[in-house]
């Protein structure tokens, strides 16, 4: 089950589109930095007041794993793993990170959410790629039992809508993890890879793409309707037992201890299934999500090496940290692969 709800660490794009806030009667408002707007002084007639005291610098309250990476030519980029739901504890971000974010020539990201946000015709052309076009609609693929579950997680979150029917399972899994991250107490507008793309924007420093919003659409829309099926009756489960929660938590902990070797322990927890077909659809789940796309990265970073152009490179914790991820792939290569702190 931990590599399934892991998805959190390495999915960017249906987290950040789905995003959904709380109700307005909630009493567990999510945490969200503070705006221009909200930090600036309200114009007030003058008053003569004592002079206030400059407050120290705040120091950071995470350490999260920064790796550098460097070829025999001195060449450098830096691995930054990411968790795409964030809490304000992690800010700000301790001066290792930032210095080296800072002395940089990019930022690399799995694909720029922000931009994509603003991309309304690109998010309708992405999610068309879950649209049914064979006359069938998820009830047909379903059983009803695993429908009226769904129905009822996501109507409990006000989060279903009919017209959700037309859409893939993996659309409605997504869904369901969006109504556990309302539930915990985290946000997806406080995820590190979003704070960085902000950070880039505001200092106009060039953001590039490992993946794009297109891919990672491709590749949820390709998973077979058999894996999709069984990731969704997962995710209800997970839900219905009050697993996610507790899930989201354990990797918000993680990440800001940064501790290598308990991460790696994490991420490469062996699964369990109760039979073979089962072990056969997490296969096919593992080396598309996972496997294939560390693969991918790791070339990514090999090119930006031999370029010479110093990348900082933030994406999901999943495709740095562990067991065939790329500080390893890396390592084995022949690069010096260090901790930073």
């Not at 992690?90 to 940089?104: E, K």
């Not at 106009?204 to 999709?228: R, T, W």
């Not at 839900?239 to 501790?259: A, F, M, R």
């Not at 109760?274 to 990514?300: F, G, H, K």
Request: proline share 3%.
């Amino acid at each position: 089950m931990k590599k399934l709800l892991a998805v959190l660490l390495v999915l960017v794009m249906c987290l950040s589109l789905m995003a959904c806030q709380k109700n307005d009667d909630s009493d567990n408002t999510i945490p969200q930095k503070p705006t221009t707007e909200e930090t600036a002084p309200k114009e007030t007639e003058p008053e003569e007041t004592e002079p206030e005291e400059t407050e120290p610098e705040q120091e950071s309250a995470v350490t999260p794993l920064l790796y550098k990476v460097s070829d025999e030519a001195g060449n450098v980029i830096w691995l930054f793993g990411s968790i795409h739901v964030g809490v304000e504890e992690y800010y700000p971000l301790p001066d290792y990170v930032l210095d080296a974010f800072r002395g940089s020539d990019a930022l690399a990201v799995e694909a720029n959410i922000v931009a994509f946000e603003k991309d309304l015709a690109g998010q309708v052309n992405m999610l068309k790629k879950m649209v049914y076009t064979d006359g069938t609609n998820i009830k047909d693929h379903l059983s009803e039992e695993t429908y009226q579950r769904a129905v009822e997680i996501l109507k409990e979150n006000s989060l279903y809508s009919a017209a959700y029917d037309a859409y893939y399972p993996v659309l409605w899994w997504n869904l369901i993890d969006n109504a556990a991250v309302m539930q915990a107490d985290v946000d997806a507008e406080l995820g590190i890879d979003r704070y960085m793309i902000e950070l880039a924007e505001d200092e106009d420093k060039q953001i590039l793409e490992v993946e794009s919003a297109e891919f990672q659409y491709d590749m949820l829309a390709s998973f077979s309707q058999e894996l999709q099926v069984y990731l969704l009756e997962m995710v209800i489960e997970g839900y219905e037992q009050d697993l996610l929660v507790p899930e989201i938590y354990e990797l918000v902990t993680l990440w800001g201890e940064g501790n290598e070797e308990s991460f790696q322990a994490y991420l490469n927890a062996q699964e369990e299934f109760e039979s073979e077909a089962e072990a056969l659809l997490y296969q096919e789940y593992n080396d598309a999500l996972i496997v294939s796309r560390n693969e991918a990265m790791t070339e990514y970073a090999v090119d930006a090496l031999e370029s010479g152009e110093e990348l900082f490179i933030c994406v999901g914790a999943a495709h740095v940290i562990g067991e065939g991820a790329m500080a390893e792939n890396l390592r084995a290569l022949g690069y010096t692969v260090e901790i930073v702190r």
